[in-house]
């Protein structure tokens, strides 16, 4: 099956919406400067033991931090919730692992996240394939769904007009 650019697009925006939730749950409230996504591209997903240092007003900085996951997570969540747990790390590596490492100008390949997830390239192309599909019919299920509920408040306010004037 072949994702309209479009929904593709969605498809990436959505993932992006999920990881930031799960990896910055309170925005990072109580940290000053780099994010945990930054800090997994950074390190190419192995993480270095913390340095142990105390961080200055951690609960004051987190009270004004903290902030309301993103209006559309719930719907991310739902999509990602929907895929094996082989299509969930193939797109999750896809997004995390793109672009310019740029302590190195190193561009991350497919090649780069298979060998992060200990597979071979052809069978993470195949997972991530088969992730945007999986993620696809989800997002076209539930966007058919939110139609129905638009469309069924609408009627029903529609009825309560004409019910109470009679027109």
């Known amino acids: 099956m072949s994702i309209h650019p479009q929904l593709k697009a969605r498809i990436i ?7 930031d939730a799960i990896a910055n749950p309170c925005d990072g409230a109580g940290w000053n400067g780099e994010t945990m996504v930054s800090r997994m591209m950074e390190y190419r997903g ?3 033991e913390p340095s142990g240092k ?5 609960i ?9 996951l993103h209006y ?4 991310a969540q739902l999509c990602m919730s929907s895929l094996t747990n082989h299509q969930h790390d193939a797109i999750k590596a896809k997004h995390l692992f793109q672009g310019i490492f740029t302590k190195t100008n190193y561009t991350y390949t497919d090649a780069d996240r298979a060998a992060i997830l200990s597979i071979s390239k052809h069978e993470y192309k195949l997972r991530l394939g088969r992730a945007y599909v999986k993620f696809a019919k989800k997002l076209e299920e539930l966007d058919r769904f ?5 469309k069924t408040k609408e009627l029903n306010s529609q009825f309560l007009s004409v019910a109470t004037t009679g027109n």
């Open 72 to 75: 559309d997570y719930p719907k």
């Open 46 to 48: 192995f993480l270095p």
């Open 146 to 150: 939110e139609y129905l509920q638009r």
């Open 54 to 58: 105390p961080h200055d007003g951690a």
């Open 60 to 68: 004051v900085q987190a009270t004004k931090l903290i902030k309301k």
């Open 13 to 19: 925006k959505l993932v992006g919406i999920y990881i």
